[in-house]
């Protein structure tokens, strides 16, 4: 009799993304908001998922992603961690659920570990959320940090923009990934942010994987949006991302064909539906008289 074995994957720990860092090799990380997308992305070998608050505007359909709420986090990550069991899960905190006070950035990056089942939180910001990170990562909660463009300060940023292109804010970002670091983030996200300011950051980082989104090749990994890399959303692509395949195509040919099948009366086929044997059926009838 043969038996089957179920290999199963070893889910990444800080020391393993670590050793992937000295060893040289990239380390892949995508946004997933949903259970078969963390499915199929666990089965294709990512080594890291981000439940990114960008949910508000790839699955929400905002503008933005101000208006998520921990309500919204807390949903989507449960549903990616029961597609993806065995995958680095990280949850991003939305806006206000950290800038308020110390206390509501723990009570809230609990909520990620607890509820969801996550491996360590993001959030956006340098040296002004310093003491949120520490509280955080004393907490015993792994801290990404996220710099660059960060998306819950657009506003403030003057747009979905570059970061960094002139020297000053370029050195606020590195004095920010410094100071991140020392707060004890073990890993850093840099968004939209110049190929030679990202390998400063880069070269500086002593205990801290870099990874980089739009950000260059100077990075210890990447980051992509996963509905950007699919054709996935409507509203615009952006510069930096490549695309894999076109599913927002596939898709709308999908139900544009669906809804000519109906009206012409070709769905359903004899396939896609059920009968009941001739015996029931004549007794059902004899019943009915
Ligand atoms: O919300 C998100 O998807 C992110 C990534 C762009 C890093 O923060």
């Known amino acids: 009799m043969t038996e089957t074995v179920v290999v199963e994957r070893k889910k990444h720990t800080l020391p ?3 050793k992937k860092v000295a060893d040289g090799i990239p380390i892949t990380w995508l946004t997933c908001y949903d259970y078969p997308t963390a499915y199929l992305q666990e089965k294709a070998g990512i080594d890291m998922i ?67 089942g996550c491996d360590a939180v993001k959030l956006e910001g340098g040296v002004e959320v310093c003491d949120r990170v520490r509280a955080v990562v004393d907490a015993g909660i792994p801290v990404v940090g996220h710099l660059g463009l960060t998306p819950q300060s657009v506003s403030a940023l003057g747009g979905f923009r570059v970061q960094g292109k002139g020297a000053e804010q370029a050195k606020r970002i590195v004095d920010g990934a410094k100071a991140l670091e020392q707060a004890g983030a073990f890993m850093m996200v840099l968004e939209m942010v110049p190929d030679r300011v990202t390998k400063l950051v880069t070269e500086r980082a002593e205990n801290c994987i870099i990874m980089g989104i739009g950000s260059g090749p100077h990075v210890h990994g990447q980051c992509l949006i996963y509905h950007d890399m699919f054709g996935l959303y ?44 001739d015996e029931e059926y004549d007794k059902l009838l004899k019943m009915l008289q």
């Open 16 to 18: 393993t993304l670590f």
């Open 50 to 116: 981000l439940v990114g608050d960008s949910l508000g505007m790839t699955i929400l359909g905002y503008d933005g992603t101000l208006p998520v709420t921990m309500d919204d986090m807390i949903t989507h990550t449960k549903a990616v961690r029961r597609g993806a069991p065995n995958t680095f899960l990280i949850g991003d905190m939305p806006y206000m659920s950290y800038q308020p006070s110390i206390e509501t950035a723990i009570r809230n990056a609990g909520r990620f570990m607890a509820e969801a």
């Open 234 to 277: 409507p509203k615009f692509k952006p510069k930096m991302v490549k695309v894999y395949g076109n599913a927002g195509e596939v898709i709308l040919n999908g139900v544009k064909q669906y809804v000519q099948d109906v009206t012409t009366r070709s769905f359903p086929q004899r396939e896609n539906y059920f009968t009941i044997p």
